[in-house]
């Protein structure tokens, strides 16, 4: 039995946000309690304002429901490390809202306890501008732990060691002196001096376990490059692709720039109204995005592989776009040009 009030009562308050509705006995059972311990928290929580309903059925149940009375949310670490690091990339790279997201991020920290304070502020000292171009979908995802630890790092100038893998799948173990985490292409990376190879490098988050700090401080190094974001940006749009794509763009390259939101490395002036636009990546459906976001004439060098994708999303677009009864056969061949 859960002999912690405190910490019981934040657990169910937890529980009860992630779902309309809950049975009396599974609160129980998920909190390891009696149900007489359940109904007495539930009283609690109506006494601190939070507005719980009871529901009727065979064995009740209760529901918290929202309102302008609602008190502050209770959060546990990990749920306010993520809260922070979502304010925090959303007030770089969100147009639009970044004023309103350092509002809330500055809020958010006036009433977290001090050590997940202190945490937030190194998690905000170390993340850099996102990098939006080329990647994945989706956004960034990471463990809060291990970005709470790097954050640390990074602030502190203090060496951690961790196990990587490489793109090639080989197990490798690092040692680093962190700089600074960056959200870019739909991942985290971090920014640190590889002591052995005595050289910057990025490593990917989803590729890294168990980071930890050595205790050791170092002074800190000066990045090769005018920001963090800009040197992931230059690390990524070098960096070997697994599909190679690349077109010639009747668009000035200004345009280009702005409609994909693409790094200077990738977007190559010709002269005033023509462009060459690197578009090699891991992902055939980004690569297809990405030319469809050019709104301009080109023509297309890529691996066959880009190729028959393109072909077989234009050939699909095709068929869901005939109107009804329309007897014209596809094409078989879609061009490689725009």
Do not use: N
């Amino acid at each position: 039995m859960t002999s912690d009030m405190p910490a019981r009562m934040l657990r169910l308050l937890s529980l009860m946000q992630t779902r309309r509705e809950w049975p009396g006995q599974e609160l129980a059972d998920r909190l390891k309690v009696t149900l007489r311990t359940v109904r007495r928290d539930i009283d609690r929580l109506r006494e601190l304002g939070y507005p719980v309903e009871g529901t009727t059925g065979p064995t009740g149940g209760y529901r918290l429901t929202s309102g302008t009375d609602m008190p502050p949310l209770l959060l546990d670490d990990e749920e306010a490390i993520a809260i922070a690091v979502a304010l925090r990339t959303a007030a770089s790279g969100v147009t639009g809202i970044g004023e309103t997201a350092l509002r809330a991020l500055a809020k958010l920290e006036q009433v977290l306890p001090a050590r997940l304070r202190t945490q937030v502020s190194a998690l905000q000292q170390a993340t850099a501008a996102p990098v939006t171009y080329g990647g994945e979908e989706g956004g960034p995802q990471a463990d809060p732990a291990v970005l709470t630890i790097l954050a640390t790092a990074c602030r502190d100038h203090e060496i951690v060691t961790f196990d990587y893998t490489t793109r090639h799948g080989t197990p490798s173990s690092r040692r680093v002196e962190p700089h600074s985490l960056v959200p870019a292409a739909g991942r985290w990376y971090l920014v640190a001096h590889d002591t052995r190879a005595d050289d910057w490098r990025i490593y990917r988050l989803d590729r890294m376990t168990g980071p930890a700090p050595t205790g050791h401080r170092v002074p800190a190094r000066t990045l090769p490059a005018p920001d963090p974001a800009a040197f992931v940006a230059a690390k990524i749009a070098t960096a070997p692709a697994r599909y190679r794509a690349a077109a010639t763009v009747h668009a000035p390259a200004v345009a280009i720039l702005a409609r994909t939101q693409g790094l200077p490395e990738r977007v190559v002036p010709i002269d005033d109204a023509t462009c060459t636009v690197d578009l090699s990546g891991g992902s055939l459906p980004r690569i297809a995005q990405l030319i469809a976001a050019l709104d301009a004439d080109y023509t297309l060098d890529a691996d066959p592989e880009v190729v028959r994708y393109l072909r077989t999303a234009a050939e699909r677009t095709l068929r869901r776009t005939q109107p009804v009864g329309d007897s014209r056969a596809v094409p078989g061949r879609a061009d490689a040009s725009g």
